[in-house]
């Protein structure tokens, strides 16, 4: 029985040597799909946990009038610093907020070098601890912020992380369609490379067949073939996608709100799928080739 398993392995590799140049360019464009399938998760896993870390936290931007004077803006600080587990992290000037924007843009700086005045408000950054209690009601603090002389205009973290969810529900359901359309290109690729394998080999097929081979015993091969392809295709895949993922998560990225967006890699369960997904789509691209050429 195992002298038995070496052959239709045997046969298998066999038969991706005699068609190697076909099967490499399937292997790459397997990997290729599944590359785009795994970084889409990285990176939507990735968004998600950020926005769980930025939904545990409240954070808000209160913006001053140009010219407000230095009373109304003790009486601004002396306001936020007695809302209940409220602190300040910085205060930004009007020249700071410049210089970051600069800094920002980089190279496409060069037009802000033009402008006779600072558009940029100076303002507050404040975050709130312990918001888990009821006893934050970020509206609310929005509205008496507001309302204070010298204040221009509030924003919270809350309000960003609604667009930003509604962004992602959108993420979402383009993900699925193109996961959708990868698998579908995938089996494709291995159906087609399975078959042109099979016809190679029709002529020693029909012999095998004269002499009393089950159907069977000579499509175990191929379904072989297929499930190489996709156990070659899911680690490669894997793979890249771990060296890209370390050369990514060297630096922190900041993109709105206090919490930093960390990447870390794909966990157990996902990369369990990818490979799991890879190993299906060559069974089922397999079967889809001997299916058409027995039964026809």
């Known amino acids: 029985m195992i002298g038995l398993r070496f052959y239709f392995l045997r046969q298998a590799l066999m038969n991706m040597r005699r068609n190697l140049t076909v099967h490499i360019l399937s292997l790459g464009t397997i990997v290729a799909s599944l590359l785009i399938l795994g970084a889409f998760l990285l990176l939507f896993g990735n968004l998600n946990n950020w926005l769980r870390q930025w939904g545990s936290s409240l954070?808000?931007?209160?913006?001053?009038?140009?010219?407000?004077?230095?009373?109304?803006?003790?009486?601004?600080?002396?306001?936020i610093r007695g809302l209940p587990g409220a602190?300040?992290?910085?205060?930004v000037t009007k020249e700071e907020a410049l210089e970051e924007l600069k800094a920002a843009l980089g190279e496409e700086a060069a037009f802000l070098e033009s402008l006779t005045h600072?558009?940029?408000?100076?303002?507050?950054?404040?975050?709130?601890?312990?918001?888990?209690?009821?006893?934050?009601?970020?509206?609310?603090i929005k509205a008496q912020l507001a309302a204070l002389d010298g204040v221009e205009d509030v924003q919270?973290?809350?309000?960003?992380?609604?667009?930003?969810?509604?962004?992602?529900?959108?993420?979402?359901?383009?993900?699925?369609?193109?996961?959708?359309l990868l698998c579908l290109c995938v089996v494709f690729i291995i159906t087609n490379t399975i078959k042109l394998t099979i016809y190679s080999r029709r002529d020693?097929?029909?012999?095998?067949?004269?002499?009393?081979?089950?159907?069977?015993f000579v499509k175990l091969p191929f379904l072989l073939e297929g499930m190489i392809q996709g156990i070659l295709g899911g680690g490669t895949a894997l793979l890249t996608l771990f060296l890209g993922y370390l050369a990514i998560s060297r630096n922190h990225i900041y993109l709105i709100g206090p919490a930093?967006?960390?990447?870390?890699?794909?966990?157990g369960e996902y990369m369990v799928l990818l490979f799991s997904l890879s190993l299906a789509l060559g069974i089922?691209?397999?079967?889809i080739a001997i299916g058409r050429f027995f039964d026809g």
């Open 59 to 79: 954070s808000m931007s209160v913006y001053l009038k140009d010219g407000t004077s230095a009373y109304k803006r003790d009486k601004i600080d002396s306001f």
């Open 87 to 91: 602190q300040i992290r910085r205060f």
């Open 118 to 140: 600072n558009p940029l408000p100076a303002s507050y950054e404040v975050v709130f601890e312990n918001t888990g209690h009821g006893d934050i009601h970020p509206e609310k």
């Open 156 to 180: 919270h973290s809350r309000e960003w992380l609604k667009r930003a969810e509604g962004f992602l529900d959108i993420v979402r359901l383009i993900g699925y369609i193109i996961a959708g």
């Open 204 to 216: 020693e097929i029909e012999i095998l067949k004269l002499v009393g081979a089950t159907d069977w």
């Open 260 to 267: 930093p967006l960390r990447f870390v890699f794909l966990p």
């Open 284 to 287: 089922i691209g397999s079967f």
